[in-house]
């Protein structure tokens, strides 16, 4: 059984997610104003900062594939 995606939908789908959750907890911090939404904003940035890092890493596993072949 196959995987149904790429390694570049993969990348994408990291990206996408990385951008949402690094603008999330961005506006939910406390310099935008008050929210009173029960999300535990450390946790969000880790996973965020996380998602991002792995983008990353994806990136640079295709340009070391680019450049290898």
């Known amino acids: ?3 149904p995606l790429s390694f ?16 999330t907890s961005e506006l939910l911090s ?3 104003g008050k929210t009173h939404i029960l999300i535990e904003k ?6 965020a900062l996380a998602t991002g890092l ?3 890493l ?3 596993i295709r340009v070391y594939q680019i450049i290898s072949s």
């Open 30 to 32: 406390p310099y935008y």
């Open 58 to 60: 994806t990136a640079i």
């Open 8 to 23: 570049e939908d993969a990348s994408l789908w990291l990206a996408i997610t990385a951008i949402v959750l690094l603008t």
């Open 54 to 56: 792995l983008f990353i």
């Open 1 to 3: 059984m196959q995987f």
């Open 42 to 47: 450390r946790r969000l940035r880790i996973v």
